[in-house]
């Protein structure tokens, strides 16, 4: 999974971006934040926003717990599936969705980032989980891959705001493009390493030594015949 962190994150921060900004005004990973979301809104009394927001957690952390055990290829499939299916949605509501139409379309989002955490999560990092990470620079073990989705994730939310600003009809495409990437950087595997050619027992290139002479049947010398 290290050679897919990046893309994996840009795509979580651009879906979430997309959820903020048009899905009505919540995450779809971030669980932390759905649930702050939601508790504000039930004091303000603004039950449109409280309800996405525990749609949001409910949905996430249920698509995590039935892939727990689901192998990290196949919840990637999923979750470019999910996303494909948020494309569709996205066309039926003319680029715009609001009111009722913003439930499912949130939903298939949360489902995405519940698949890509269940398959990141045996992984040195997540990307929908940074917390985490923080927690685990702050102990001392530091690996440069942990500042990868710092720099990601944001990166992919300003994509969100300022494509789907001037071109609403891509919606969720990039995303897809990115966790396509992912499944087949995932699907092929790296390249071992060269291994050094040991060197000859007289310190000559093996590839340079000449090859043994081997003396044709017909050539070897005749065997001479004892006379009676």
Do not use: K
Request: hydrophobic share 50%; charged share 10%; net charge positive.
């Amino acid at each position: 999974m290290r050679r897919t962190v990046w893309m994996l994150a840009l795509a979580a921060g651009y879906v979430d971006g997309m959820g903020l900004l048009y899905l009505g005004g919540v995450f779809c990973s971030v669980v932390t934040g759905n649930l702050v979301v939601l508790g504000v809104s039930a004091v303000q009394h603004v039950a449109d926003t409280a309800l996405r927001a525990g749609l949001a957690c409910v949905v996430y952390g249920v698509t995590v717990l039935l892939a727990r055990r689901v192998a990290p290829s196949r919840c990637l499939v999923a979750e470019l599936l999910a996303l494909c299916t948020l494309c569709g949605g996205w066309v039926f509501a003319h680029h715009d969705p609001r009111g009722v139409t913003q439930l499912p379309l949130l939903a298939l989002a949360a489902i995405a980032m519940g698949l890509q955490s269940a398959a990141t999560r045996d992984a040195e990092v997540q990307t929908t989980y940074l917390t985490g990470a923080v927690t685990r620079l702050a102990t001392g073990r530091f690996d440069p891959l942990l500042l990868v989705p710092f720099a990601c994730v944001p990166v992919g939310a300003l994509s969100a705001a300022l494509l789907l600003d001037r071109a609403p009809w891509l919606g969720p495409l990039p995303a897809v493009v990115l966790v396509a990437a992912a499944l087949v950087a995932h699907s092929v595997p790296p390249r071992p390493p060269r291994s050094p050619t040991p060197p000859a027992a007289d310190g000559l290139d093996p590839a340079a030594q000449p090859a043994p002479h081997h003396t044709p049947a017909h050539q070897a010398a005749p065997h001479s015949t004892a006379r009676r």
